[in-house]
C-alpha cells in the first residue's frame, strides 16, 4: 500500500512505515503506551501490530515492555534501505 491523501488531507502510512516506526520506538524497550503516542497509533491498532510484531519474533515482551529484536533491526534497516 502507498501513502494517499485520504478526503481529509491526511496522508495514510504503510504497514511498512507503521512497522517500522513500531520497531523504532521499542528500540530500547518501550510500553505499550509509548508505543501508541510515539508512533501515532490508535490502542487498537497498536494492539493488533504488537501481536503480529512478536508472532513473527521482530520485537519481545519483558515485564510488560516490548523490545526490538535483532531480527527487527534487521528487518527495519532492510525497509529503511527499501525507501526512496
Not at 488531507?9 to 509509548?34: E, F, P, W, Y
Not at 497498536?46 to 534487521?74: N, S, W
Amino acid at each position: 500500500m502507498i501513502n494517499r491523501l485520504t478526503g481529509g488531507g491526511q496522508i495514510r502510512r504503510s504497514r511498512i512505515d507503521i512497522t517500522v516506526d513500531i520497531l523504532k520506538v521499542a528500540l530500547h524497550g518501550a510500553k505499550k503506551t509509548q508505543i501508541v503516542y510515539q508512533a501515532n497509533l490508535n490502542h487498537n491498532l497498536a494492539k493488533k501490530y504488537i501481536v503480529l510484531l512478536t508472532e513473527r519474533d521482530l520485537i519481545k515482551q519483558q515485564e510488560g515492555i516490548f523490545i526490538t529484536t535483532e531480527k527487527g533491526r534487521a528487518y527495519q534497516e532492510m525497509a529503511n534501505g527499501l525507501k526512496l
